[in-house]
Antibody, heavy 120, light 110 residues
Framework: QVQLQESGPGLVKPSETLSLTCGVS?????????WGWIRQPPGKGLEYIAS???????SYNPSLKSRVTISLDTSKNHFSLELSSVTAADTAVYYC?????????????WGQGTLVTVSS | QSVLTQPPSVSAAPGQKVTISCSGS????????VSWYQQFPGTAPKLLIY???KRPSGIPDRFSGSKSGTSATLGITGLQTGDEADYYC???????????FGGGTKLTVL
Protein backbone atom coordinates (compact mmCIF):
# COMPACT_ATOMS: atom_id res chain seq x y z
CA GLN A 1 0.00 0.00 0.00
CA VAL A 2 1.44 3.34 -1.08
CA GLN A 3 1.52 5.92 1.68
CA LEU A 4 2.66 9.54 1.67
CA GLN A 5 3.36 11.75 4.67
CA GLU A 6 4.11 15.46 4.68
CA SER A 7 6.48 16.94 7.22
CA GLY A 8 7.79 20.42 7.95
CA PRO A 9 7.22 23.54 10.02
CA GLY A 10 3.64 24.55 10.64
CA LEU A 11 4.53 28.22 11.01
CA VAL A 12 6.66 30.30 8.65
CA LYS A 13 7.43 33.99 8.89
CA PRO A 14 6.58 36.35 6.01
CA SER A 15 9.36 36.73 3.42
CA GLU A 16 10.98 33.45 4.53
CA THR A 17 11.08 30.11 2.71
CA LEU A 18 8.54 27.36 3.31
CA SER A 19 10.13 23.90 3.20
CA LEU A 20 8.19 20.64 3.21
CA THR A 21 9.15 17.02 2.66
CA CYS A 22 6.94 14.14 1.57
CA GLY A 23 8.04 10.71 2.71
CA VAL A 24 6.85 7.83 0.55
CA SER A 25 6.44 4.22 1.66
CA UNK A 26 5.21 1.21 -0.24
CA UNK A 27 6.67 2.38 -3.56
CA UNK A 28 10.06 3.48 -4.78
CA UNK A 29 9.86 6.98 -6.22
CA UNK A 30 12.69 6.10 -8.61
CA UNK A 31 10.48 3.47 -10.26
CA UNK A 32 8.10 5.85 -11.96
CA UNK A 33 5.21 8.29 -11.66
CA UNK A 34 5.19 12.00 -11.06
CA TRP A 35 5.26 13.25 -7.46
CA GLY A 36 3.39 16.44 -6.78
CA TRP A 37 2.36 19.16 -4.38
CA ILE A 38 -1.11 20.66 -4.15
CA ARG A 39 -2.32 23.23 -1.65
CA GLN A 40 -5.68 24.38 -0.32
CA PRO A 41 -6.11 27.74 1.44
CA PRO A 42 -8.61 27.65 4.30
CA GLY A 43 -12.14 27.44 2.92
CA LYS A 44 -10.97 27.49 -0.69
CA GLY A 45 -10.33 25.06 -3.52
CA LEU A 46 -7.36 23.01 -4.65
CA GLU A 47 -4.36 24.73 -6.22
CA TYR A 48 -1.65 22.84 -8.09
CA ILE A 49 1.88 23.81 -7.14
CA ALA A 50 4.33 21.51 -8.93
CA SER A 51 5.24 17.95 -9.90
CA UNK A 52 8.50 16.10 -10.48
CA UNK A 53 9.00 12.93 -12.51
CA UNK A 54 11.23 10.14 -11.28
CA UNK A 55 13.74 11.17 -13.94
CA UNK A 56 13.80 14.74 -12.59
CA UNK A 57 11.52 16.39 -15.15
CA UNK A 58 9.42 19.08 -13.51
CA SER A 59 6.22 21.02 -14.08
CA TYR A 60 5.03 24.10 -12.22
CA ASN A 61 1.99 26.27 -11.73
CA PRO A 62 2.99 29.33 -13.79
CA SER A 63 1.75 31.69 -11.08
CA LEU A 64 4.09 30.13 -8.51
CA LYS A 65 6.98 28.99 -10.67
CA SER A 66 9.34 31.85 -9.82
CA ARG A 67 9.15 30.97 -6.11
CA VAL A 68 9.00 27.16 -6.21
CA THR A 69 11.66 24.48 -6.11
CA ILE A 70 10.71 20.82 -6.18
CA SER A 71 13.25 18.05 -5.78
CA LEU A 72 13.62 14.28 -5.31
CA ASP A 73 15.86 12.33 -2.95
CA THR A 74 15.68 8.75 -4.15
CA SER A 75 18.09 7.54 -1.46
CA LYS A 76 15.58 8.59 1.19
CA ASN A 77 12.54 7.88 -0.98
CA HIS A 78 11.15 11.34 -0.45
CA PHE A 79 10.56 14.53 -2.38
CA SER A 80 10.55 18.12 -1.23
CA LEU A 81 9.01 21.52 -1.83
CA GLU A 82 10.48 24.94 -1.22
CA LEU A 83 8.39 28.08 -1.63
CA SER A 84 10.30 31.32 -1.19
CA SER A 85 9.23 34.82 -0.17
CA VAL A 86 6.03 33.63 1.46
CA THR A 87 3.16 35.91 2.41
CA ALA A 88 -0.10 35.38 4.26
CA ALA A 89 -1.62 34.31 0.94
CA ASP A 90 0.52 31.17 1.09
CA THR A 91 -1.24 29.99 4.24
CA ALA A 92 -2.82 26.69 3.29
CA VAL A 93 -3.00 22.97 3.83
CA TYR A 94 -0.23 21.49 1.69
CA TYR A 95 -0.73 18.02 0.24
CA CYS A 96 1.74 15.76 -1.48
CA UNK A 97 0.43 13.18 -3.91
CA UNK A 98 1.40 10.63 -6.57
CA UNK A 99 0.44 11.61 -10.11
CA UNK A 100 -0.07 9.31 -13.06
CA UNK A 101 2.79 9.46 -15.54
CA UNK A 102 0.47 8.93 -18.52
CA UNK A 103 -2.52 10.52 -16.83
CA UNK A 104 -1.37 13.96 -15.82
CA UNK A 105 -3.71 15.54 -13.31
CA UNK A 106 -4.70 12.17 -11.88
CA UNK A 107 -3.47 11.94 -8.29
CA UNK A 108 -4.19 8.48 -6.89
CA UNK A 109 -2.44 8.56 -3.51
CA TRP A 110 -2.40 11.57 -1.20
CA GLY A 111 -0.78 12.49 2.07
CA GLN A 112 -3.01 13.61 4.91
CA GLY A 113 -1.98 17.23 4.41
CA THR A 114 -0.15 19.66 6.65
CA LEU A 115 -1.32 23.15 7.58
CA VAL A 116 1.28 25.84 7.05
CA THR A 117 0.53 29.25 8.47
CA VAL A 118 2.47 32.31 7.37
CA SER A 119 2.59 34.79 10.21
CA SER A 120 5.09 36.83 12.15
CA GLN B 1 -10.33 32.32 -10.94
CA SER B 2 -10.00 28.64 -11.75
CA VAL B 3 -9.09 27.49 -15.26
CA LEU B 4 -11.85 24.89 -15.09
CA THR B 5 -15.38 26.04 -14.26
CA GLN B 6 -17.65 24.13 -11.90
CA PRO B 7 -20.96 25.16 -10.30
CA PRO B 8 -20.35 26.22 -6.69
CA SER B 9 -23.10 23.97 -5.38
CA VAL B 10 -25.61 21.32 -6.35
CA SER B 11 -28.27 19.54 -4.34
CA ALA B 12 -30.62 16.62 -4.66
CA ALA B 13 -32.67 14.29 -2.51
CA PRO B 14 -31.49 10.92 -1.22
CA GLY B 15 -31.86 8.22 -3.83
CA GLN B 16 -31.86 10.69 -6.69
CA LYS B 17 -29.21 11.38 -9.32
CA VAL B 18 -27.04 14.46 -9.60
CA THR B 19 -24.56 15.67 -12.18
CA ILE B 20 -21.66 18.07 -11.71
CA SER B 21 -20.24 19.84 -14.73
CA CYS B 22 -16.68 20.91 -15.43
CA SER B 23 -16.05 23.27 -18.31
CA GLY B 24 -12.69 24.01 -19.87
CA SER B 25 -11.05 24.53 -23.22
CA UNK B 26 -9.18 22.72 -25.97
CA UNK B 27 -5.89 23.19 -24.12
CA UNK B 28 -7.10 21.23 -21.12
CA UNK B 29 -10.27 19.11 -21.12
CA UNK B 30 -10.52 19.08 -24.89
CA UNK B 31 -7.25 17.22 -25.36
CA UNK B 32 -6.44 15.61 -22.02
CA UNK B 33 -7.87 13.14 -19.56
CA VAL B 34 -10.13 14.34 -16.76
CA SER B 35 -10.08 13.20 -13.15
CA TRP B 36 -12.61 13.78 -10.39
CA TYR B 37 -11.98 14.00 -6.66
CA GLN B 38 -14.19 13.79 -3.57
CA GLN B 39 -13.18 15.68 -0.45
CA PHE B 40 -14.77 15.58 2.99
CA PRO B 41 -14.05 18.41 5.45
CA GLY B 42 -10.66 18.10 7.06
CA THR B 43 -9.50 15.24 4.86
CA ALA B 44 -7.40 14.83 1.74
CA PRO B 45 -9.09 14.58 -1.65
CA LYS B 46 -9.82 11.08 -2.91
CA LEU B 47 -9.61 10.04 -6.55
CA LEU B 48 -13.07 9.07 -7.80
CA ILE B 49 -12.66 9.02 -11.57
CA TYR B 50 -9.59 9.00 -13.82
CA UNK B 51 -9.09 8.81 -17.58
CA UNK B 52 -12.47 10.56 -18.03
CA UNK B 53 -14.63 7.62 -16.98
CA LYS B 54 -12.64 4.96 -15.10
CA ARG B 55 -13.12 4.18 -11.43
CA PRO B 56 -10.25 3.17 -9.14
CA SER B 57 -10.70 -0.04 -7.22
CA GLY B 58 -13.19 0.39 -4.40
CA ILE B 59 -15.16 3.25 -5.93
CA PRO B 60 -18.81 2.18 -6.33
CA ASP B 61 -20.41 2.22 -9.76
CA ARG B 62 -22.85 4.87 -8.51
CA PHE B 63 -20.10 7.27 -9.55
CA SER B 64 -19.52 7.80 -13.26
CA GLY B 65 -17.63 10.21 -15.47
CA SER B 66 -18.03 11.37 -19.03
CA LYS B 67 -16.43 13.88 -21.37
CA SER B 68 -17.66 15.65 -24.46
CA GLY B 69 -15.56 18.23 -26.25
CA THR B 70 -14.29 20.73 -23.70
CA SER B 71 -16.63 19.70 -20.89
CA ALA B 72 -16.75 16.83 -18.44
CA THR B 73 -19.46 15.58 -16.13
CA LEU B 74 -19.48 13.62 -12.90
CA GLY B 75 -22.64 11.66 -12.24
CA ILE B 76 -23.74 10.23 -8.92
CA THR B 77 -26.78 7.96 -8.72
CA GLY B 78 -28.62 6.61 -5.68
CA LEU B 79 -27.53 9.60 -3.62
CA GLN B 80 -26.72 8.98 0.01
CA THR B 81 -26.24 11.46 2.83
CA GLY B 82 -22.68 10.16 3.01
CA ASP B 83 -22.04 11.60 -0.46
CA GLU B 84 -22.22 15.13 0.91
CA ALA B 85 -18.78 16.50 0.11
CA ASP B 86 -16.85 18.83 -2.17
CA TYR B 87 -16.09 17.54 -5.66
CA TYR B 88 -13.26 18.75 -7.90
CA CYS B 89 -12.35 18.11 -11.51
CA UNK B 90 -8.76 18.21 -12.66
CA UNK B 91 -6.72 17.73 -15.80
CA UNK B 92 -3.51 18.70 -17.58
CA UNK B 93 -3.36 21.97 -19.45
CA UNK B 94 -1.12 21.65 -22.49
CA UNK B 95 -0.68 25.41 -22.88
CA UNK B 96 0.12 26.14 -19.25
CA UNK B 97 2.06 22.88 -19.00
CA UNK B 98 0.56 22.41 -15.55
CA UNK B 99 -2.24 20.58 -13.78
CA UNK B 100 -5.41 22.63 -13.41
CA PHE B 101 -8.38 22.12 -11.10
CA GLY B 102 -11.94 23.34 -11.05
CA GLY B 103 -13.07 25.59 -8.22
CA GLY B 104 -15.00 22.77 -6.60
CA THR B 105 -18.67 21.93 -6.17
CA LYS B 106 -20.36 21.41 -2.82
CA LEU B 107 -22.91 18.61 -2.96
CA THR B 108 -25.81 18.75 -0.54
CA VAL B 109 -28.07 15.74 -0.14
CA LEU B 110 -31.31 17.19 1.14
Amino acid sequence: QVQLQESGPGLVKPSETLSLTCGVSGYSISSGYYWGWIRQPPGKGLEYIASIYHSGTTSYNPSLKSRVTISLDTSKNHFSLELSSVTAADTAVYYCAREGQWLRGSFDYWGQGTLVTVSS
Amino acid sequence: QSVLTQPPSVSAAPGQKVTISCSGSTSNIGNNYVSWYQQFPGTAPKLLIYDNNKRPSGIPDRFSGSKSGTSATLGITGLQTGDEADYYCGTWDSSLRAVVFGGGTKLTVL
